[in-house]
């Protein structure tokens, strides 16, 4: 994780809405105010919504290489500031960035199709039908679980440790500890393996055991690909997106406190 200066008192915002009632109202209440510049024009993308209206919007417009500001109009928001109309410039010129990394996948099917995609939460692999996957874990070039039976297995960067990841008892990770959380899902077989922390820079494999018996799928955030057989999940350097946060919404503190709570 690197840090970068805060853009100056911003005039040229675009703003992202979720195609629901609250999105719509606040994406009215807000052009209304400041205008809707083109994207490709914007100092700040502003994402109105929840966490997935956020990660949307960074999977849409990461290439354009401009700075995100979640508001929360959804159900959840941890990456998100609290929403609200005023001073909105002002709020945009003292926020603090944090600059992510997402992983890229890389899955084969049984059809022999190579598809890759980006993952700012995480990458995770799930059973497709009754049976339970078989799956062999090898963390760079050595294979370190040749048969893990269970519902799935994920890989989630540091931002995405508070998602998918903690529902599957998986740790939280503060976003300067440069690792990557291995957890698996509803793990039979061996049954006292937890998962793994590993080192940012490691690629992961994964080899679907028995695929035309015990079907799975890999998902990295939107990108579901079905019947995989091989899939490869690293940290991409090359791809990064800058997320703004109010000082008092610090993104790195609000990890730290979920550590905490009851």
Request: glycine share 6%; hydrophobic share 40%; with cysteine.
């Amino acid at each position: 994780m690197t840090k970068k200066a805060a853009p100056k008192i911003p005039d040229k915002i675009y703003f992202h809405a979720a195609d629901s009632d609250e999105g719509r109202a606040a994406l009215n209440a807000m052009t209304t105010e400041y205008g809707q510049t083109k994207v490709e024009k914007a100092q700040v993308i502003v994402a109105l919504g929840g966490d997935g209206t956020l990660l949307e919007a960074m999977h849409k417009y990461h290439p354009l290489k401009i700075p995100f500001y979640g508001m929360n109009r959804g159900s959840l928001g941890f990456l998100l500031n609290p929403y609200r109309a005023e001073e909105l410039p002002l709020r945009l010129s003292r926020s603090q960035s944090v600059e992510l990394y997402p992983l890229r996948m890389i899955a084969r099917t049984t059809e022999g199709d190579n598809v890759e995609a980006l993952a700012f939460n995480e990458v995770s692999l799930l059973r497709e039908e009754r049976h339970a996957a078989k799956i062999g874990v090898s963390i760079d070039g050595v294979e370190r679980l040749p048969e893990l039976v269970c519902d799935g297995i994920l890989v989630s960067t540091p931002a995405g440790s508070t998602a998918y990841n903690l529902s599957a008892h998986g740790p939280i990770i503060p976003l300067s500890a440069n690792v990557l959380a291995l957890t698996p899902i509803s793990a039979f077989r061996p049954r006292r393996w937890r998962g793994a922390l590993l080192p940012h820079k490691t690629p992961v494999r994964f080899e679907i055991l028995e695929a035309s018996k015990r079907p799975v799928s890999a998902t990295a955030d939107f990108t579901e690909v079905r019947h995989v057989i091989q899939v490869d999940v690293h940290e991409s350097r090359s791809v990064s997106v800058t997320l703004l946060f109010d000082p008092d919404h610090n993104l790195e503190e609000r990890i730290l406190k979920e550590q905490f709570l009851p």
